[in-house]
């Protein structure tokens, strides 16, 4: 891998991490890192905190060309209405993805997260109710 194309792999590991520290601000710069270029692994790495809140495996791909199809989907379900755009696809024999912008998807992440701690405590609070 040529030394600029590590660089833009950095730099799209950069912006994951950025939009996730900002989606979620109690969360400390350390606690999400993107990885070393050409190490193994996930491309954007987790605290065991960060972990606790996004079980997540990211692998950032950021291409020149190749992706024209997705964005072409992705238009294509712009222009249908003022909705946020989501495209399901998938190969035969393959499991279904979905493919949604990375705003959306971090307000997704958001939202799931609250709503998982607020439930914990739901539960928390019902078995406490149960025991008296």
């Known amino acids: ?17 950025d939009k996730l520290l900002e989606t979620f601000p109690e969360l400390e710069p350390d606690d ?15 605290s065991p905190a960060a972990r606790k809140m996004l079980p997540l495996s990211i692998e950032v ?9 997705a964005y072409n989907y992705m238009e294509q379900a712009s222009s249908h209405s003022k909705g946020e755009p989501v ?18 998807y971090a307000q997704l992440l958001r939202s799931w997260n609250d709503n998982k701690s607020v ?5 928390t609070s019902k078995h406490k109710r149960n025991r008296r």
Not at 32 to 46: H, L, P, R, S
Not at 119 to 123: A, I, K, M
Request: charged share 35%; glycine share 12%; net charge positive.
């Open 32 to 46: 999400i890192k993107g990885c070393v270029m050409g190490d193994t692994g996930e491309d954007i790495q987790f």
């Open 87 to 104: 495209v399901c696809y998938r190969s035969d024999r393959k499991p279904w993805l979905v493919m949604v912008g990375l705003d959306h």
């Open 1 to 17: 891998m040529s030394k600029l194309a590590k660089q833009k792999g950095r730099l799209g590991q950069n912006e994951i991490r």
């Open 61 to 69: 791909k950021r291409r020149k060309t190749g992706l024209q199809t």
């Open 119 to 123: 439930g914990n405590t739901r539960r």
